[in-house]
């Protein structure tokens, strides 16, 4: 169901337009929910979106975050139904997905429309692409799944954005989010990226609950490089935020991405083997809607 975002009704038929005569915005051919955002310097660059889209591919932090969420897809959920990513970026989890489920129904969204304008070079796909504000979502009870990652840590009312989510789920319809693990990890990487915090296991379970979502499988992620991964926050603390260049801490090597890589298809296997990771840079977790 569409929801109008002025008066809360129920909007029915093809077009976006309430009985009460609102309507979104259209900016460039894009739907706008939240236009006041489009261009208030709040969002990353277009040219930082192309950097980030250019070293994802290959990647291994980008490839095994891929291949986890899939997993963790094609283990709750059906092979058809509509699916909508909140704050796509660039597109890099979207088109994992939509390869792996080409019968979806995809909606993807951005606060920012220069993100969106790269994910949308980045689909081989139709994908209704729209810009809206996690914490004001104009659907209820619509979709199979909604994804969110490393999304939430950047919004400020994360209570809201998630009561939002489920808002817009299908009874049974599943979240999945990754966020960065661990408040000790804090750093100037973490102010430069814009995160408002970093998660506990506990604390986004809690979360997740408060907005009535039953957690059914939870990992962490870049657990067996976690002791780097510590040791290059600790050393970023000493830097200044305000000159650090978060893309540039992604540009690796090849021969240590390499590495990198074996590292976490190591990690990948343990976790087929259902070894609990409870420590590690990211979280992962699946919830589901009543």
């Given at each position: 169901m569409k929801k109008c975002l002025s008066c809360a009704a129920p909007i029915s038929g093809e077009g976006w337009t309430c009985v009460c005569g609102a309507a979104p915005t259209t900016i460039g051919g894009t739907l706008c929910f939240a236009p006041l955002a489009v261009g208030?310097?709040?969002?990353?660059?277009?040219?930082?979106?192309?950097?980030?889209?250019?070293l994802e591919s290959g990647h291994y932090w980008f490839t095994a975050r891929?291949?986890?969420i899939t997993a963790l897809a094609r283990s709750y959920l059906p092979t058809s139904g509509r699916y909508m990513e909140i704050g796509c970026g660039t597109g890099c989890v979207l088109a994992a997905l939509g390869a792996a489920f080409?019968?979806?129904?995809?909606?993807?969204?951005?606060?920012?429309?220069e993100g969106l304008s790269v994910a949308g070079s980045r689909i081989d796909r139709t994908a209704s692409l729209i810009q809206m504000d996690a914490c004001d979502i104009p659907f209820?009870?619509?979709?199979?799944?909604?994804?969110a990652f490393d999304v939430i840590e950047h919004i400020p009312d994360d209570v809201r954005a998630v009561s939002e989510m489920s808002a817009a789920l299908k009874s049974g319809g599943m979240l999945l989010i990754t966020v960065p693990q661990h408040e000790a990890l804090w750093s100037a990487?973490?102010?430069a990226s814009k995160h408002c915090r970093r998660y506990s296991r506990?604390?986004?379970?809690?979360?997740?609950e408060r907005a009535g979502l039953t957690v059914v499988a939870t990992t962490s992620f870049v657990s067996l490089a976690l002791p780097l991964l510590w040791w290059v926050r600790l050393r970023d603390r000493r830097k200044d935020p305000v000159n650090f260049d978060?893309?540039?801490?992604?540009?690796l090597p090849s021969w240590q991405n390499r590495l990198l890589t074996t590292v976490m298809r190591i990690e990948a296997r343990l976790r087929s083997f259902g070894l609990p990771l409870t420590f590690g840079g990211s979280l992962v977790v699946a919830a589901r809607k009543p």
């Open positions: 208030s310097g709040a969002g990353y660059s277009t040219e930082w979106y192309m950097r980030l889209a250019a891929n291949e986890l080409p019968g979806w129904e995809v909606v993807a969204t951005e606060l920012h429309p209820r009870n619509e979709f199979s799944m909604i994804g990487y973490d102010v506990r604390s986004l379970t809690a979360l997740l978060p893309v540039a801490e992604l540009e």
